[in-house]
């Protein structure tokens, strides 16, 4: 819904990655993909304030975004820094418009079977969705 936030939970094997650099990225493709920021303290300027990156070292990262528009809705990925190729998630976010109480900010994950996961915001955030990842 417009103007609230939604928290993804970002999955890895923390006996391989927990010193990995992590990241958040926008773009249809995992090659076209903008890095929005990542758990170093990077946050692009254009979304300071709204989104924010955890890394709790226990094998998942948590993805803030604040301030929701409709505009936000798209492909995004969580990332993972690896030599070669990082390893990437794909995370599909709708934003609707808030008509009443019970709106719903759909998230889907690309995997090699389809996962959608709809949830109906009672609470200002979207709570731990899984996370599969692309090799």
Request: charged share 20%.
């Amino acid at each position: 819904m417009e103007g609230m936030s939604t928290t993804i939970t970002c999955s890895y094997d923390r006996r391989k990655y927990m010193f990995n650099r992590k990241y958040w990225c926008h773009g249809g493709s995992r090659s076209s993909c903008d890095v929005l920021g990542d758990t170093e303290n990077f946050v692009k300027s254009e979304y300071k304030g709204r989104v924010v990156l955890l890394d709790n070292r226990r094998g998942y990262f948590l993805v803030t975004m604040h301030q929701l528009v409709e505009e936000d809705s798209g492909m995004y990925w969580c990332g993972i820094e690896r030599p070669y190729a990082d390893m990437m998630t794909a995370v599909k976010l709708t934003v609707t418009e808030g008509k009443d109480s019970l709106n719903i900010i759909s998230t889907s994950l690309a995997t090699r079977s389809s996962l959608v996961i709809l949830v109906y915001i009672v609470e200002i955030s979207i709570v731990a969705i899984n996370s599969y990842s692309f090799l």
